[in-house]
């Protein structure tokens, strides 16, 4: 079974560019979420699909950030306009719905570096 | 303010010997609690969890242990392998939910031959 795979691996844009990273989770994974990791800090969750409705997006910065999960499938997140603080490495997961009162792990891509100059 | 803290940002451990990496939350609401290890450009990798109904979890060498009072985990390598080698996140979130994880810093684990 094919894990789950974010495109591209690097992204090296001028502050000010538009960005879009690619999310396929696991095939069957209704849960997809997306975090990131900036400058050696602790991961920070973004937002959570079910499907393709989002279900929390309260880790989103600001309105610069837009993310999609259209057919619940794959998910991109785009960053319009990039700005210096935006670097970072971008993660995707994605986990099968769990039973109530149970908790499925969460599988994680390799990530996304993105450096904004 | 952080709700996980790992505040160990590195260890250091003999092959053979065992690991010990910390953890201390604050948030009474998490009732999961994960560890995942982490190499170099890649992803973080799901280790070992633990639900708040148990104390202790264990898969072959890697065994975690939840203090509940104490608000505070640990996971323990025995033996510890140079493979074990990597960067240690612990992870906690609320069941129900099955919404976002909340990730400490991390602890760079060496393991010396």
């Known amino acids: 079974e094919a894990g789950v795979t974010q495109f591209p691996s690097h992204s090296v844009i001028e502050k000010g560019q538009t960005v879009t990273l690619r999310c396929d989770p696991i095939?069957?994974?209704?849960?997809l979420y997306w975090y990131r990791r900036v400058m050696g800090k602790e991961i920070k969750f973004l937002l959570h699909?079910?499907?393709?409705?989002?279900?929390?997006e309260s880790g989103m910065p600001n309105n610069r950030f837009l993310a999609e999960r259209t057919g619940g499938t794959y998910s991109t997140l785009k960053v319009q306009p990039a700005e210096l603080e935006d670097s970072g490495v971008y993660f995707c997961?994605?986990?099968?719905?769990?039973?109530?009162?149970?908790?499925?792990?969460?599988?994680f891509g390799p990530g996304t570096r993105l450096t904004v100059l | 303010d952080q709700q996980v803290k790992q505040n160990s940002p590195s260890l250091s451990v003999q092959e053979g010997r065992i690991s010990i990496l910390n953890c201390d939350y604050t948030n009474s609401m998490f009732d999961y609690f994960l560890w995942y290890k982490k190499y170099p450009a890649e992803g973080p990798t799901f280790l070992i969890s633990?639900?708040?109904?148990?104390d202790k979890n264990e898969d072959g060498r890697f065994t975690v242990f939840l203090n509940k009072s104490a608000k505070h985990l640990s996971l323990h390598i025995v033996p510890s392998q140079p493979g074990d080698s990597a960067v240690y996140f612990c992870a906690a979130g609320v069941e129900r939910s099955q919404g976002n994880l909340i990730f400490g810093k991390g602890t760079k684990l060496s393991v010396k031959p």
């Open positions: 699909f079910v499907k393709e409705s989002k279900q929390d």
């Open positions: 997961a994605s986990s099968h719905l769990a039973m109530y009162n149970s908790y499925n792990e969460q599988f």
């Open positions: 095939s069957g994974h209704d849960n």
């Open positions: 633990i639900s708040s109904i148990k």
